[in-house]
């Protein structure tokens, strides 16, 4: 489905907010920057236009084509992976990508990014090193048109077009008993959520704040890591615990809670300590952190009134997949008195597609711009 032009960009840019030259990015002689002014003009279906997944710590991003095909309706190509904190600023990186372009040019995209959107353009989140803002980004770069998608309203766009094989069921049936709501969910840098419901005329994605609902305990352990969290803020938000910094958080406030120095500064580091086994700090931190996400999945299951199954995606779920599966995550997922009979009703699936921000912002795109 996706062809991939893998690279880790990291030179950065220049800090200036001043508009950026036609002339920074050309390749090959060609200019690869709009002579439109910005505006609402919407692009047509045949032109190739950029996708990019904007997350607190990379930027995604691709060239995309319409295929026609309903089943696999775009291809992303030319695939780059960008440090945020290598530039100043979101222009700096979709400029540097469209000089990448082999030949080949776009005028329009779409960004995926979490956040409140203002009327003024600029959006607010708290996992980002610098200002977003769509309309700045497109008066700067001559783009004809560049709008804007939540990220986890993204993904789920993205859900339905993911293959069996890029999957991995963690519990409930193979295929849903009916065609109902669906959850995406996934921990990065925060967490993010969004819904999927369809209608007679397809499907509406509903976007959620999911991960600044309060953060619940459910056994003594989880008691007293949150009263800990309390102590230090008044309110404690579920991707406190259920991100790449929350697992960081649990972990800290475990050294604290044993009286032990924290032998590990980064997520990824009580990950893979988690994962070798050789540090039990970090594998009951990892422990906590799987009992937390399965409560956390079955109370939105429960609120969302999701019948169409759960998709998990991105953020570090991939790197701890096996174990997720011996953790107590499904245990907890079903933990719901009564209602645990309705909730064994439900999938719960794994999703190990690497770039699926990027296709379901594609997606998303295409969905608003192909009947113009």
């Known amino acids: 489905m996706l062809t991939t032009l893998s690279a880790d960009r990291k030179t950065p840019g220049h800090a200036t907010a001043a508009p950026l030259s036609r002339a920074a990015y050309r390749h090959r002689g060609r200019s690869v920057l709009s002579n439109a002014t910005s505006g609402s003009t919407l692009a047509s279906s045949r032109q190739p236009f950029i996708a990019a997944d904007v997350g607190g710590t990379h930027v995604r991003i691709g060239l995309v084509h319409a295929t026609g095909d309903a089943a696999r309706p775009v291809d992303v190509v030319n695939y780059r992976k960008y440090a945020c904190a290598a530039y100043p600023g979101l222009a700096e990186i979709i400029g540097d990508f469209l000089g990448t372009l082999d030949g080949g040019t776009a005028e329009c995209g779409v960004i995926a990014s ?4 203002l009327e003024d353009g600029t959006v607010i989140t708290a996992n980002l090193p610098w200002r977003l803002s769509p309309r700045e980004i497109q008066q700067r770069l001559g ?15 993205a859900a339905a077009l993911v293959g069996d094989n890029e999957v ?3 519990t409930g049936p193979a ?12 921990p990065g840098t925060g967490l993010g959520a969004a819904v999927w419901i369809p209608n007679a005329h397809g499907a509406t994605v509903l976007a959620t704040e999911a991960g600044q609902a ?11 890591l949150l009263e800990r969290m309390l102590a230090r803020q008044p309110h404690v938000p579920v991707e406190s615990a259920l991100s790449g910094p929350g697992l960081l958080n649990l972990y800290g406030l475990l050294c604290e809670l044993r009286g032990q120095a924290p032998a590990h500064a980064t997520p990824g580091e009580v990950t893979a300590a988690a994962t070798r ?5 970090a594998r009951e931190a990892l422990e906590v952190f799987c009992g937390f996400l399965g409560s956390a999945v079955g109370d939105m299951a429960l609120l969302y009134g999701i019948t169409g199954g759960v998709y998990l995606a991105g953020g570090i779920l991939p790197q701890i997949r096996e174990f997720l599966l011996q953790s ?8 719901k008195g009564p209602m645990r009979a309705a909730l064994e009703r439900i999938p719960v699936r794994l999703v190990e597609h690497g770039q ?11 969905g608003q711009t192909q009947h113009a």
């Open 328 to 335: 107590r995550f499904v245990e907890r997922f079903l933990n």
């Open 214 to 224: 309060a953060l619940s305990a459910g056994n003594p352990l989880e008691l007293a």
């Open 114 to 117: 979490a956040g409140f959107p």
């Open 175 to 186: 295929t849903a008993s009916e065609r109902g709501p669906t959850l995406v969910l996934g």
């Open 168 to 170: 991995l069921r963690l």
């Open 143 to 157: 783009l004809r048109d560049l709008r804007l998608v939540n990220d986890f309203e993204a993904v789920a766009y």
């Open 356 to 366: 699926l921000g990027v296709l379901g912002a594609a997606n998303w795109y295409l």
């Open 277 to 281: 086994g050789d540090d039990p700090l």
